[in-house]
T-cell receptor
């Protein structure tokens, strides 16, 4: 069965600092990986996804993520955080090539200090 | 591109009542997913409908049920409401932008059970 772990429940960074949110997955074959962001009381917005090919993927809002098969990780990064990035971030995994059954991590709450 | 729509935005019910939540995928997309996001519990998969049929169900009691209509919109019904049913209920459809399968979320319905 597929599973996702986001080890950090809450992260605080200062505006302008770099950010890395961790995501570890468990899946037998090549996974299909996603990062979503959720502002308070809102739905989830897709930031980026990995399905094959280049292991460094670029997303919206200046985010990127790197797929590392050897570490079963798909960490999300941003070089310089803006106050508007404060939100909850969810990593998700699906079976190869399909989003028909996604499993979500428990989320990481990001606070940005001025 | 239009997004997934959900109604109502907020719903307040009392214990023992029934709640009905609605979701419309963007036109022509046949898959609808329902998730429950209760405080502190992350995103829990509830139901998946495709082409009018229930395709999969999460670990929820039978009082959570739903259906999908011929136009692919969907309804989630929660009977005999309990206090712990208070949550944000999210709906997603499934699309293939650029050939890659992805779930896209609506804004959610906030259900409060008093």
């Amino acid at each position: 069965a597929q599973s996702v772990t986001q080890p950090d429940i809450h992260i605080t960074v200062s505006e302008g600092a770099s950010l890395e949110l961790r995501c570890n997955y468990s899946y037998g074959a090549t996974p299909y990986l996603f990062w979503y962001v959720q502002s308070p009381g809102q739905g989830l917005q897709l930031l980026l996804k990995y399905f094959s090919g280049d292991t460094l993927v670029q997303g919206i809002k200046g985010f990127e993520a790197e797929f590392k098969r050897s570490q079963s990780s798909f960490n999300l990064r941003k070089p310089s955080v803006h106050w508007s990035d404060a939100a909850e971030y969810f990593c998700a995994v699906g079976p190869s090539g399909s989003a028909r059954q996604l499993t979500f991590g428990s989320g990481t709450q990001l606070t940005v200090l001025p | 591109e239009a997004g997934v729509t959900q109604s109502p935005t907020h719903l307040i019910k009392t214990r023992g009542q029934q709640a009905t939540l609605r979701c419309s995928p963007i036109s022509g997309h046949t898959s609808v997913y329902w998730y429950q996001q209760a405080l502190g519990l992350g995103l829990q998969f509830l139901l998946w409908y495709d082409e009018g049929e229930e395709r999969n169900r999460g670990n929820f009691p039978p009082r959570f049920s739903g259906r999908q209509f011929p136009n692919y919109s969907s309804e989630l019904n929660v009977n005999a409401l309990e206090l712990e049913d208070s949550a944000l209920y999210l709906c997603a459809d499934r699309r293939r932008p650029g050939g890659t399968d992805t779930q896209y979320f609506g804004p959610g319905t906030r259900l409060t059970v008093l």
